[in-house]
């Protein structure tokens, strides 16, 4: 089947693109690992012995970098709606996030106990409806954000990447009503054209 104009495009762009070339080089399964890893350099996000939940997880380079970050402490939990392949130390739950039954599962792994960190990539297949496309990206932030009302401990943090748009104002002040600060940041692997950003509450309130 001939390739479209846009998947031509992405194509091109893709195997250009510094940062697969260097995930390649590094390791790491996608070029995501250096958003997470420009943030973490700033923020001083991951630390070792930490227990880190990470949300949307493949094919699973953020899991790589708390990883390594980590060494051989701490705990790494992952999901995804997709299968990842594994990765050493890393707890991995496959299932919707939306689906009760799939949290329920996760938090088995969690036993009672609250994250350090919870870090959330998710982001739903693009239907190429804009309306459609922002609403289902800001329900998985909202769950992201339950979540860490829920599962994270006081004083811990939480990054989501959000898509601007309609929406996203009120989340940022929901945001803001869980976190003693929220900063926004737009690491330099995440392309100008894209309207991700990357929200960061630190401190949760307790
Ligand atoms: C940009 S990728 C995450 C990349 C990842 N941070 C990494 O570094 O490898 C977004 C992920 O969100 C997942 N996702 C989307 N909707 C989901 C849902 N409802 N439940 C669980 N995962 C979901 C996708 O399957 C996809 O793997």
New binding site residues.
Partial sequence: MARSKTSNAWLQEHVNDHYVHQAQKDGY??R??YK?LEINEKDKLIRPGMWVA??????????QVARRLMGESGRVFA????DMDPIRGVEFVQ????EDE?LARFLELLDGRLVDLAIC?????ITGNAVTDQARSMY?CELALDFSREHLKPGGHFLVKVFQGSGFTEYLEAMRGEFASVVTRKPKASRDRSSEVYLLGKGKKG
């Fill in positions: 399964r996608a995501a690992a997470l990470d949300l949307g997880a493949a094919p699973g380079s953020w899991c999901l995804d709606i997709l299932g919707d996030f939306r799939v990539d998710m982001a739903p297949n998985l």
